[in-house]
């Protein structure tokens, strides 16, 4: 078994999280912003000291690759993304860079044989947090390959037209015009493709608590959880809050209340405690401390591998129209859905015995979040390794994995790929 | 018995209708701007036709007075407001002015004999729509006489230096520019004070469904509710709402939702149907739809006009954050309240004698809702005249109340006033 270098992934650690640093532990690294691009260089600067070929393709996408022993096979990608949240921590994303890195790094160092190039790979605006939508660029690259109901949004000409949620310093009116002024947008036959690459691998930290709570440091991803997700809104009367006697009023706030209440009950009574839903945003109307509101619309986000149970779940929250709630009449719109992305089993499997011959303590693991491994996923075989978070934190500048615990990951990801390289 | 007149309180509410007439029914009349200058202009113009002197005072408040028979009586004053809140309707504050100019423009047309000078009267900025608080003029009028836990908002040094909430055409930086350049300041000497007033009425829309429910066309109003306002706040964990396992969830939200119908609950076991209490305001944080939310408060407001009654509702408020909701602390912070103010029972005796020498379809009512004369009334003898709003509705552009009914109210101010100017 090889292992990666604490020292070296220490060092990465520390460098990365000086690009967009926020001054108070963590950064806000939007994507194709001064500080993305500082951190392109350090990684251009990093691939080509080990003499990896660096390109990048027309969506910015960068690769750095080491040729392998036999000039023929087919690229093994590692990769992930160096943009972040808002206010967001030094792991999400970065972490599969830098154990990408990591990997050729210590198959330099080591002179690791291995018959397959391999290359490392940063993907351009994963969060989408200035330009959205997220997983802007693996939904682009693997455009064909996407499901019907979610390719479109992802259409190359439909992303580039799209306009930064907020105004920032050096700011561009829409993503095409932060990508031809980026200096790092390449050419269309550079991309990521199933003729030329063989299989992609993620490294991302867990960003729940599922791993540490179980005391485990490595988890092996086997799939990214099915979702859907509905609108619920509330149509009541808006009135006085002092004139209007309580039986003649249609609150839609408390209806809105009630409902969700409702809701968690008969969902919890289905008895699926791994089932994971969330209501994260209500909108209400006219939002005045003296009036009844009359329009309160909430979000609901459901996850699970069970197709059959998000359907059940489904019906609960569509059944939430068939009554009205404290006087107010109630509709349910589905927003959107995917379903469960099952990862390469092989794949899966190298991972798993990775783990298991470095003595890492691991586990299977579900991901609730999305990641550009989910859409290379419909395209050529892909998995992904988690490492833990503490206290399940992310998005968040306390997000935080100890430089062991990160290491460990790249080890991982290290003797999967080598395993991958050795298949055939 | 006298009345006013049908076709006179018609064109006036045909006319003021214009002022500031948004193009879809209602108005947007705030205080001092240019719609509002062409209602005082109005209101001008028909009192000097008949006789009234106008003055204003230091809070552009506008006052026109027809001589009494005895020069050294006190005058007795009717009045309202005439802006209105954004996209509001045709009734709100300007009824009770237009009333007052009804019950002068009687009194001349059909020569009533009275002792003391009448006056009808404009107050400054009622609403707080543009300009906060409302009812500003009346805090500031009355300063000297209110609780002192209301009236350090309403000095007038500090609503000078209101800002407006919302930019618009013409605009000024403070309500104190607004003021200046109004063109209708005047001087302090020119307030309204019980030395030299006898009395106060004002008329209003109900703002409610309760004379129309009952079939009743006037309001005799007894008093306006006393109230509490607070503050329920809820601290959760902010997680993603993809990888956070149910069980390890802070939910704001979810807390906020079973505090509420929980409040319900509790406040409607007290068996108190008349008592009204809403939550019409909610902020939840980061209201995104992939994030458990970390943040949520909403806003009670309770009225009633029994003060013990109002303690134990405000008990079962604060009792919220005796315990966790959904894993999530709860705080309750008192906004701020008042006691329940009793207008003046002899004037109130006279507006009932009123309706009933007219043969209105009266009753007795509370007022729900805040009006200058809840002010006035600190500092001088004062009741309210309601008439009935069709549906209940306010503060929107379908607010109405029929020609027919407006001028019943203006017969009941009338004689009511008549009673009163007969009194000693």
Not at 247 to 254: F, G, H
Not at 260 to 283: A, N, R, S
Not at 334 to 362: C, N
Request: aromatic share 8%.
């Amino acid at each position: 078994m090889y292992r990666a270098s604490l020292d070296r992934m220490s060092e990465k650690i520390h460098t990365f999280s000086k690009f967009g640093d926020a001054g108070h532990g963590g950064i806000t690294r939007y994507s194709l912003s001064d500080a993305a691009k500082q951190a392109r260089a350090y990684f251009v600067e990093r691939m080509t000291k080990i003499g990896a070929e660096i390109t990048t393709d027309d969506m910015a996408n960068m690769y750095a690759t080491l040729p392998g022993s036999d000039p023929t096979a087919q690229r093994i990608v590692m990769g992930s993304h160096c943009d972040s949240v808002k206010n967001g921590g030094n792991y999400d994303g970065i972490l599969g860079v830098m154990g990408a890195m990591e990997v050729l790094e210590t198959v330099v160092a080591e002179k690791i044989p291995h018959k397959h190039p391999l290359t490392a790979m940063i993907w351009t605006n994963e969060e989408g947090s200035l330009y959205e939508p997220s997983m802007m660029s693996s939904g682009v690259i693997c455009n064909d390959y996407l499901p019907a109901n979610i390719a479109p949004k992802f259409r190359k000409e439909v992303v580039l037209k799209s306009k930064p949620i907020e105004s920032i310093e050096n700011g561009y009116e829409t993503f095409g015009d932060a990508l031809e002024a980026s200096g790092y947008k390449g050419d269309e036959a550079n991309r990521l493709n199933p003729k030329d690459y063989k299989a992609m691998f993620e490294l991302h930290i867990e960003q729940g608590p599922i791993l540490e709570k179980a005391g485990n440091d490595i988890g092996v991803v086997n799939c990214v959880l099915g979702m859907f997700c509905a609108r619920v809104r509330f149509y009541g009367v808006a009135a006085h809050a002092g004139t209007f006697p309580m039986e003649d009023r249609s609150d839609a706030l408390y209806a809105a209340s009630q409902a969700l209440c409702y809701m968690h009950d008969e969902i919890d009574k289905l008895g699926h405690p791994e089932l994971v839903y969330t209501t994260g945003e209500i909108v209400c109307h006219p939002c005045v401390h003296t009036v009844i509101p009359d329009y309160v619309d909430f979000s609901v986000d459901v996850r699970h591998t069970d197709p059959e149970l998000l359907q059940k779940v489904h019906d609960i929250v569509h059944g939430l129209a068939d009554r009205e709630w404290a006087k107010c009449r109630c509709e349910v719109e589905d927003a959107w859905s995917r379903d469960t992305v099952y990862y390469d089993e092989k794949l899966v499997g190298y991972v798993k015995a990775a783990a298991e011959e470095l003595g890492s303590k691991h586990q299977y693991i579900h991901s609730g979040a999305g990641h550009d491994a989910q859409f290379a996923a419909y395209m050529l075989p892909t998995t992904m390794v988690f490492v833990s978070s503490e206290k399940g934190l992310s998005h968040c500048e306390p997000e935080h994995t100890s430089d062991e615990v990160c290491t460990e990951g790249a080890s991982v990801l290290l003797n999967a790929v080598l395993k991958c390289d050795a298949e055939d």
